[in-house]
């Protein structure tokens, strides 16, 4: 099986967007996309809650969006 593993600073986060289509709204999840100074756009896809994630990261980062 295959694993990939990226690690972010949350000083390097840039922005942070999400993106749900109308089924993965009725399902309750979505793509989230970090854009950072570095690493370039970390993809996160099937997220469960993705508005929650996004501003939890935000909130640990120290800023809103």
Do not use: W
Not at 33 to 41: C, Q
Not at 58 to 65: I, P, V
Request: charged residues 20%.
């Amino acid at each position: 099986l295959f694993r990939s593993t990226t690690s972010i600073n949350y000083s390097n986060i840039q922005e942070i967007n999400v993106h749900q289509s109308i089924t993965q709204r009725l399902f309750g999840i979505g793509d989230i996309t970090i854009d950072t100074a570095g690493v370039g756009k970390c993809l996160l896809k099937g997220i469960e809650e993705p508005v929650s994630i996004m501003n939890f990261i935000l909130e640990l980062k120290g800023g809103t969006k």
